[in-house]
């Protein structure tokens, strides 16, 4: 596993899980599976009503919590009472930490929620700040507003939407970029991952589709928490390092930039 530095001095694996679609039964086993087969970082949120079944996939795995990187996320919603929200997430998963709390959305009081975050920080019960779906009006309006920047923003990135010059600009300011639906999202990722220029890269480089999209994001200094519950993609998408795109190959990505966004934040 290769980890990113952050701007707070933590570390975090450039490769997590992400576990939106993952419920019940089905996300405790596929957390137990990804842990064992390496993985170290879990990426949940509140709205995806799975951080009690995320955090009993990391018992039953059996690795010590000390080796995971833990993300969760505060919705809109919860933004006016965030301080009982983070510890309310906290007796859901039965931690005692979170690695690293994100607000979801930009929103009218995410100033104050961010406040709550920074008050959990100082009390031990958070260790980073993270944003979500922040692009660069978003962030410049939020940052002006607030005490220590966050260390990673999470947004849409894939071929198809590669929002280089947002990715560049967060990048410069010292946060780390990391995306949701790396290869597309659900229904989509059929359209993606047939792509010719992908197909014909992926061959060359002798790996997925799949693995040559997220060594793309990689290459580009952004982190992936691609989503799965198989043995085999969960396998696949940890094995990307072993193998890197060269100017041409880069250059090839970058010409299939759309400005196709998959969802609507
Ligand atoms: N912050 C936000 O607003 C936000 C929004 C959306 C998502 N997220 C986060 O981002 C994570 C990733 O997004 P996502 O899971 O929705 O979409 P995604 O990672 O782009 O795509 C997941 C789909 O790709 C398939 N897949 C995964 N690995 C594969 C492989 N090696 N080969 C072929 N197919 C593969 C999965 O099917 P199988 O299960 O069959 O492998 C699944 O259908 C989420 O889980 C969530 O944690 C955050």
């Not at 994100?102 to 009081?109: E, F, R």
Request: glycine share 8%; hydrophobic share 40%; net charge negative.
């Amino acid at each position: 596993m290769q980890h990113v530095s952050l701007n707070n001095g933590m570390t975090m694996p450039s490769v997590g899980l992400g576990t939106y679609s993952l419920r019940g039964e089905r996300c405790v086993e596929t957390v137990s599976l990804a842990l064992d087969l390496g993985y170290r970082l879990l990426d949940t949120a509140s709205l995806y009503e799975n951080e009690a079944e995320v955090a009993q996939g990391i018992r039953r795995s059996g690795v010590a919590r000390d080796k995971i990187f833990l993300t969760t996320k505060l919705y809109p919603p919860q933004y006016a009472k965030a301080a009982a929200a983070i510890d309310a997430a906290l007796k859901r998963m039965g931690v005692d930490y979170i690695d690293m709390l994100m607000l979801h959305h930009p929103a009218g009081n995410d100033v104050a929620a961010y406040q709550a975050i920074e008050t959990a920080i100082a009390a031990g019960k958070v260790r980073c700040a993270g944003i979500s779906c922040y692009y660069r009006s978003e962030y410049e309006t939020f940052r002006s507003k607030i005490g220590i920047k966050p260390v990673v923003v999470q947004n849409e990135i894939h071929p198809y939407y590669q929002d280089t010059d947002n990715v560049r600009y967060l990048q410069a300011q010292g946060l780390i970029v990391q995306t949701w639906y790396p290869l597309g999202g659900r229904g989509y990722t059929g359209k993606l991952l047939s792509d010719a220029t992908v197909v014909a890269l992926a061959d060359k480089h002798g790996v997925s589709c799949a693995q040559l999209i997220l060594r793309w994001d990689l290459e580009r200094g952004v982190c992936v928490i691609p989503g799965s519950s198989s043995r085999e993609h969960l396998q696949q998408n940890l094995q990307i390092f072993a193998f890197s795109l060269d100017d041409e190959d880069m250059q090839a990505l970058a010409a299939l930039e759309r400005r196709e966004k998959h969802d609507w934040y």
